[in-house]
C-alpha cells in the first residue's frame, strides 16, 4: 500500500470538520432548550443533526478515500482494505449543543496499526480548531502547541467527565472525593474531545475520564499527545475503561491518585 501524504489526510479532515460544522450550526435553531425539554421531540433534532453530521464526513471519505475504513458514533461501519480507519464523532458535546452552549465540536481522526495518524477537532460556535499529524506536532489555528511541564498536582486545573448511567455516577462521585481536595479545581465541560484540546493547548492542566468511547478520544488524544501530553488508558491501567492526558510529570500523580480509590471502589 502507498503511504498517504499526511498533509491530504490533514486536509481532507479540516474540510470535512469545517463542512460538518456548518452543517451543525445551521440545524442549531431547531434545537432550542425548550425542545429539550420534552424527551422525545428534544432528542429527535439532536439525533438528526448527529446523523446529517456524520453523512456529510461519511460521503466526503467515500469519495475521497473509497477503500479507508470508517468508524462513527452514529453508526458508520467500513472494514479498510487499505490500512487506514477513520474514527468520527460527528457532534461531540451533545448536552451543550442542545443547550446552545458553545462547548461541542466535530472530532475526526484517522489511524493505521500503530494508532492515531491525523486527528482534527473543531469547535462552530467560537471557530477554533485543533489538529496534529502523528510525528509533527499539533497546533491550534495554525499555532504549535507545547503543554506546560512542572506543574504540581495540587496546582493542577483537572477536566473531566461523567458517565450518564446512574450507577457509574456513584463510583465516579467516590473518584471525585478522593481527586477534588488534591487539585487546584475541576472542570467538567461535556465534551471529551475538547476537554483533550484544552490539555493540549493549556486552558487545562489534566483530563480524565472513566468510560469513554473510541470516538470520543481518537482525534483528541492524539492532538494532546503531539503537544507533548502522556495519555494512560485501556486494560490493565488505573483507567480500564477511560482515559487520562496531562504532562508525564502530573500524569503520574493523577494516575496514583485514581488507582488508590480503585484499589478501594473495586
Ligand atoms: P457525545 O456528546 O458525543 O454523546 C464522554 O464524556 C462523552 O460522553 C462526551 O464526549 C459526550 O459525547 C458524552 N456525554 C457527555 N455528557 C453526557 C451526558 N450528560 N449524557 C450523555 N452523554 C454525555
Ligand atoms: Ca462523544
Ligand atoms: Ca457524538
Ligand atoms: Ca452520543
Given at each position: 500500500?502507498p503511504t ?6 490533514l ?18 435553531d431547531?434545537?432550542?432548550?425548550e425542545?429539550?425539554?420534552t ?36 453508526g458508520?461501519?467500513?472494514k ?11 457532534l ?6 442542545l ?12 489511524q ?39 506543574r ?35 472542570r ?9 484540546c ?47 492526558a ?14 488508590r ?5 473495586a
Open positions: 500500500m498517504p501524504d499526511l498533509r491530504d489526510l486536509g481532507l479532515a479540516t474540510r470535512l470538520a469545517h463542512a460538518a460544522g456548518a452543517e451543525l450550526l445551521a440545524r442549531q431547531q434545537v432550542s432548550l425542545s429539550a425539554q424527551k422525545s421531540s428534544g432528542t429527535d433534532p439532536v439525533s438528526a443533526a448527529d446523523r446529517a453530521s456524520e453523512q456529510l464526513i461519511v460521503d466526503g471519505l467515500l469519495s475521497a478515500r473509497p477503500g479507508d475504513g470508517l468508524l462513527g458514533e452514529e458508520a461501519r467500513e479498510s482494505t487499505t490500512g487506514l480507519t477513520w474514527v468520527i464523532d460527528p461531540d458535546g451533545t448536552v451543550n449543543y443547550y446552545g452552549r458553545p462547548d461541542w465540536c466535530v472530532s475526526i481522526a484517522v493505521d496499526a500503530r494508532g492515531g495518524l491525523v486527528g482534527v477537532v473543531h469547535q462552530p460556535m467560537t471557530g477554533i480548531t485543533w489538529s496534529a499529524v502523528r510525528g509533527a506536532g499539533a497546533s491550534r489555528d495554525g499555532k504549535y502547541l507545547k503543554v506546560r511541564e512542572g504540581k498536582l495540587a496546582e493542577a486545573l483537572v477536566a473531566t467527565g461523567f458517565s450518564y448511567l446512574a450507577e457509574r455516577r456513584a463510583e465516579q462521585a467516590e473518584y471525585l472525593r478522593q481527586v477534588l481536595p488534591a487539585v487546584r479545581d475541576l467538567r465541560g461535556g465534551s471529551a474531545a475538547l476537554d483533550l484544552s490539555v493540549a493547548d493549556g486552558t487545562a492542566d489534566a483530563y480524565y475520564e472513566h468510560v469513554i468511547q473510541p470516538w470520543d478520544v481518537a482525534a483528541g488524544g492524539l492532538i494532546a499527545r503531539e503537544a507533548g501530553a502522556r495519555t494512560i488508558g485501556g486494560p490493565g491501567t488505573s483507567l480500564p475503561g477511560g482515559l487520562l496531562a504532562p508525564p510529570d502530573l500524569a503520574e500523580s493523577l494516575a496514583g491518585v485514581l488507582s480509590v480503585r484499589r478501594r471502589v
